[in-house]
């Protein structure tokens, strides 16, 4: 009896030892796959994040390769401008301006002006006229004797700061002035020289 019950006892140590090695074998196992697939999860995101570092790494260096030549691309036409400024402006500000400031050249200029209003107005309409602060009394005069001479009507003769050389003439009280002003002309000219300008500086088709 006692051999009997310590050989169920032994089987029953025996059967839970082996079961209990199984189920830890299996954990063990269960737990080496879990590992796995954590290890492979994280290591397929450790490539995703450095796949997305260097995508975002090769954007920045590509916009900022863009912005580097778009800012030297404006920073060149920016100094073209300013030396093809320059050049036009030494060439055209000198003689425009002494055209402008011959009282002969005015004076015909406002009385072919003045011809060409009447012409347009049967009727006697007065005029308006805006002249450099610096204007001498001998050509206002003239100015204003010539146009009412020609239009019948007297002109509103007035003085500005802001005109170097050259004027501005129009119909009184009709909203417009015509300008003469030596910036008018300079801008006129410049439109005419710069395609040549730049094809002298820069090699550019005219």
Do not use: W
Request: charged content about 30%; aromatic content about 6%.
């Amino acid at each position: 009896m006692q051999d009997k019950l310590q050989e169920l006892t032994d089987r029953l140590y025996n059967e839970g030892l082996a079961k209990g090695k199984a189920e830890a074998e299996e954990l063990k196992e269960g737990a080496k796959a879990e590992a796995g697939r954590i290890i492979s999860e994280a290591r397929k995101e450790a490539g995703n994040i450095i796949a997305a570092a260097r995508k975002e790494a090769e954007d920045i260096k590509a916009k900022s390769a863009n912005d580097i030549k778009m800012a030297s691309e404006n920073t060149v036409s920016a100094l073209r401008q300013r030396i093809e400024g320059c050049i036009l402006t030494q060439a055209l500000s000198a003689p425009i301006g002494k055209a402008l400031s011959d009282e002969d050249f005015i004076k015909s200029i406002i009385t072919t002006l003045a011809e060409a209003f009447k012409a347009g107005n049967p009727e006697a309409v007065g005029l308006e006229a805006v002249l450099p602060e610096k204007t001498g009394s001998e050509l206002i005069g003239f100015i204003r004797g010539k146009i009412s001479e020609i239009m019948g009507k007297g002109v509103e003769i007035s003085l500005s700061p802001h005109i170097n050389a050259g004027f501005r003439i129009g119909p009184k009280e009709q909203g417009y002035l015509i300008s003469f002003s030596d910036e008018d002309f300079m801008r006129i000219f410049a439109s005419y020289l710069r395609p040549v300008t730049k094809k002298i500086l820069f090699g550019e088709k005219a």
